[in-house]
């Protein structure tokens, strides 16, 4: 990838009020409490456009993330040996796979969906998740959940 994400960790009081909002709408459908996207906006008092601009980019930080479990979709091309290299980048950072799905490729590229459970040997998820996104074939790296 051309550009590389970067995670950085601030504290709450440094975050603008609508992303703290999108958190909050975010564990509001996930724990059931809201029912739609609609409801939980409006029970946040946030508009639609900025839950969806924000949501895939706003998560809440966890000291403990041993025995948590991460979920990310990739995007990749669909050459030999890609998918062997992203796993042993996993492997390298010392979590464990839980699922593997990678979907038939379409137009040479193929959607894979990856659980990993984080161990306490586990090393920096985002030098790991850096890792993955610098292979040459790599298109697109987001992180679904972490739970």
């Known amino acids: 990838m051309d550009e590389a ?25 996930a724990s059931g409490r809201a029912v739609s996207v609609q409801e939980a906006t409006e029970r946040v008092e946030i508009s639609r456009s900025s839950f969806y601009k924000y949501k895939d980019d706003i998560f809440p930080f966890h000291d403990n993330v041993k025995g948590r479990t991460l979920t990310m979709v990739i995007q990749l091309d669909d050459e030999p040996g890609l998918l062997a290299v992203v796993l042993q980048i996993v492997a390298q950072y010392h979590a464990n796979i839980l699922t593997i799905h990678q979907s038939i490729p379409v137009n040479g590229i193929a959607s894979l969906t990856l659980s990993i459970d984080v161990l306490a040997q586990t090393g920096d998820i985002a030098q790991m998740v850096g890792a993955i996104e610098r292979q040459e074939g790599i298109h697109y790296l987001k992180i679904l959940a972490r739970e």
Do not use: S
Request: aromatic share 8%; charged share 30%; proline share 4%.
């Open 5 to 29: 994400t970067q995670y950085f960790v601030i504290r709450a009081k440094a975050v603008p009020e609508v992303l703290l909002r999108v958190v909050e709408a975010k564990r509001l459908l």
